[in-house]
């Protein structure tokens, strides 16, 4: 008897915590030739083959953007000799800006498109001559959607048919061009025919669902006169957290982030009084403080990313993260104006990463003391929060139980 090589590949983290408030798809599969892939590849990361070629899996950095790039001109290609050719991509993000080019130039040619981008989105659609064939939503329900999607038609006139791809990445330059990350193809009809039922779900939920205008503001859709609309998240196993009665509109940040109830930020002062102000990314006036340092944080599963920002001029002080938390080689990177440095920090656990950080930030000319607030992204809010909320006690109090 041979040996039969198996693997797993997934959208999402390996965690615990975060599984429990994720969406997420996996593929578990014995095909040789996505086995032999992925063996090539941890070959390669732990030095034991040369760059590796691969078969069927898209991997970053390595040929995902040019992959993806491929497909969507292959698209083109059909639809300009009238055959089936349609894109849904459902994602977290879209910011690469080669993806952003290979899509509107596909749109120019009047191929349908259509984007699930549950953050932010850096592609306006609708823009005539440019992005009128391109539609964007975001899901926002209790579950944060996590699960990334690509289907492209390829001539097919059954969706089924057509070419589905899950994986890990998003299209941002960080994801195609700096980290490694897979995609790989799903080729079974039941398991496509599963992944079709869940992006019409997302293309018909009228009860969850963001719909971005040209001008960049998302628009919150709601159920017709004659049906209770549909939820994605009731569809695909989880319950709905929002009864979609409401019609709002909701700006773009200056960043580009959509201020939507997944993305919230809190402000607390390093004293005994708390910063209470609403939180918004908007162009317009939104200033919490007039002056000051600012240290912003982004804290991961296994990861704080911090950077102190001097508010009046705009300007980054000190940045870094701490990577690979709850290993047993914790590793404290950052980069200040006086060059850049890093630390071994062994096992360490989210608590004491953050006391590294305050060591570094009162050994950077004591910048902790002049801190004057602290800000922090809160990734999802959970069923508590699905609006922009004022900072107070409560609202803390909720948070810490997320």
């Not at 049906?227 to 509109?249: C, F, L, N, Y």
């Not at 909701?250 to 939180?279: A, M, N, T």
């Not at 600012?294 to 300007?315: A, M, P, Q, W």
Request: hydrophobic share 35%.
């Amino acid at each position: 008897m041979g040996l039969r090589c198996y693997c797993h590949i997934g959208t999402g983290n390996y965690n615990q915590k975060t599984a429990r408030l994720y969406e997420d798809l996996g593929l578990f599969t014995c095909d040789p030739e996505i086995t032999g892939d992925v063996v090539q590849l941890f070959h390669y990361l732990t030095g034991r083959a040369r760059a590796p070629k691969f078969n069927r899996l898209l991997v970053a950095p390595w040929n995902m953007r040019d992959r993806f790039i491929g497909l969507i001109r292959r698209e083109v290609e059909h639809h300009k000799a009238g055959r089936p050719a349609r894109i849904v991509a459902k994602m977290n993000q879209l910011e690469d800006a080669q993806m952003c080019e290979a899509l509107v130039s596909a749109s120019r040619e009047g191929l349908p498109i259509d984007l699930v981008v549950r953050g932010f989105c850096c592609l306006r659609p609708g823009v005539p001559g440019q992005t009128e064939t391109i539609r964007v939503r975001s899901i926002i329900g209790r579950f944060l959607e996590h699960a990334r999607i690509f289907y492209f038609a390829n001539g097919a006139s059954d969706p089924r048919n057509g070419d589905f791809y899950i994986g890990s990445a998003d299209w941002m330059e960080r994801n195609l061009s700096w980290r490694v990350e897979v995609v790989a193809p799903v080729v079974a009809p039941a398991l496509r025919q599963r992944l079709w039922e869940i992006l019409e779900i997302n293309l018909c939920d009228r009860r969850q669902a963001w719909m971005m205008t040209t001008s960049g503001d998302y628009q919150r859709l709601e159920p017709g006169p004659e049906a209770h609309g549909v939820a994605a998240e009731r569809h695909t196993g989880h319950s709905d957290a929002s009864d979609g009665s409401a019609h709002k509109s909701r700006k773009r940040g200056p960043s580009g982030i959509p201020d939507k109830p997944r993305f919230s930020l809190v402000l607390r002062s390093f004293g005994e009084q708390h910063i209470r102000s609403r939180y918004a990314f908007r162009r317009k006036k939104t200033h919490v403080i007039e002056s000051g340092k600012v240290l912003v944080i982004n804290c991961g599963s296994s990861s704080i990313k911090f950077s102190v920002i001097d508010h009046e001029t705009s300007s980054h002080l000190i940045r870094g993260s701490v990577e690979r938390i709850g290993e047993e080689n914790a590793q404290l990177k950052y980069t200040a104006a006086h060059g850049m440095g890093s630390q071994s920090l062994g096992m360490v656990d989210h608590e004491r990463a953050l006391q590294s950080i305050a060591a570094i930030l009162n050994e950077t000319a004591g910048l902790q003391k002049e801190l004057r607030a602290v800000g922090h992204r809160v990734v999802h809010g959970g069923e508590k929060f699905s609006a922009s909320s004022q900072v107070d006690d409560r609202s803390f109090n909720c948070y810490r139980e997320l």
